[in-house]
């Protein structure tokens, strides 16, 4: 299986709504230090492996890595403020998520699971 990694291109700091929603190509994703912000559903219900969040990112909208059903861990990087309501729900493989320390919003059923 060969695993491809998202491009973000380097004009942009917010990931848009939708971004990569639905993706179904395996990847691993690297969070740019410069992204601040991951927008709306940016990537429901896409294949992703793994994600690496670097410090910079300050907010993670509504379903933004909801249904992404390879995803097992999550680390966030300190600079997370705001997490929107259900950003990791239905992540039926997530099993560790870490959350930072000043996190001064976190919205309700983030981590929502399918029984």
């Known amino acids: 299986m060969k ?3 998202a491009f973000i291109p380097q004009s942009k700091i917010y990931i848009e709504d939708e971004y990569y929603k639905n993706l179904e190509i395996p990847f691993q994703l690297t969070i740019r230090p410069d992204i601040i912000e991951i927008g709306i559903r940016a990537f429901e219900g896409s294949s992703i492996n793994s994600i690496e969040f670097s410090e910079g990112l ?9 249904e ?17 309501d259900s950003a990791f729900s239905k992540c039926q493989n997530l099993n560790e998520c870490i959350l930072p320390s000043n996190l ?3 919205q309700k059923f983030i981590l929502t699971l399918v029984l």
């Open 68 to 84: 992404c059903d390879r995803l097992r861990s999550v680390k966030l990087p300190n600079s997370v403020y705001e997490i929107e």
């Open 58 to 66: 300050e907010k993670i909208r509504s379903y933004a890595f909801s």
């Open 104 to 106: 001064l919003t976190i």
């Open 3 to 5: 695993l491809y990694i």
